[in-house]
């Protein structure tokens, strides 16, 4: 499926569907089923953000226009850059204090500041029923994990960010 390159009014598509959205400014709801939106252009061209359920994609360079995508489970970009934009909507849905024990997980565990991706899926996560201590353990599967705590030397986990986690969730 394609766009128009001036731009469309609105797309709904009920199945499964892998869509090309065109140059001018789209408005596209994938409606029920997987869908994935795919552009040409690469991801450093872009700025990803939520309004609402809706997740907005603009191509910084022009080319590829601002579009409005809704039920969008894939964004697919020309250097092979891919992601998940449902977690942007659902993290949006997580409070502030919440985000706030996320950076804190980013620094204990990673000890570096969060990239926005990452923590917009660890947020939708959350917002899901995750609760901070599975996502601690997931993050000790992480490569990235082993090899900061490896060239660090320390032990496991920081002991006082188990101890905050513990007082935090019953
Ligand atoms: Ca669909
Ligand atoms: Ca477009």
């Known amino acids: 499926?394609?766009?128009?390159?001036?731009?469309?009014?609105?797309?709904?598509?009920?199945?499964?569907?892998?869509?090309?959205?065109?140059?001018?400014?789209?408005?596209?709801?994938?409606?029920?089923g997987s869908d994935e939106v795919t552009y040409l252009q690469a991801s450093k061209h872009f700025t990803v953000s939520v309004a609402g359920e809706?997740?907005?994609?603009?191509?910084?360079?022009?080319?590829?226009?601002?579009?409005?995508?809704?039920?969008?489970?894939?964004?697919l970009f020309g250097d092979g850059g891919a992601f998940d934009p449902t977690w942007?909507?659902?993290?949006?849905?997580?409070?502030?204090?919440?985000?706030?024990?996320?950076?804190?997980?980013?620094?204990?565990?990673l000890n570096r500041a969060p990239d926005a991706l990452g923590v917009d899926y660890w947020a939708s996560r959350l917002v899901d029923g995750m609760t901070l201590q599975q996502i601690a353990k997931s993050f000790f599967v992480q490569p990235e994990t082993m090899e900061a705590y490896l060239f660090h030397g320390r032990e496991w986990a920081p002991l006082s960010f188990d101890i905050a986690l513990d007082t935090r969730e019953p």
Request: proline content about 0%; overall charge negative; hydrophobic content about 40%.
């Open 1 to 32: 499926m394609t766009g128009s390159s001036a731009g469309v009014g609105l797309f709904r598509f009920e199945w499964n569907d892998n869509l090309r959205v065109g140059g001018g400014n789209d408005t596209l709801d994938g409606g029920a």
């Open 54 to 75: 809706s997740v907005i994609v603009q191509d910084r360079s022009g080319v590829e226009g601002t579009d409005t995508l809704l039920s969008v489970n894939q964004i």
């Open 88 to 109: 942007l909507v659902k993290a949006t849905q997580l409070d502030q204090a919440r985000f706030v024990d996320l950076f804190e997980m980013y620094a204990a565990y």
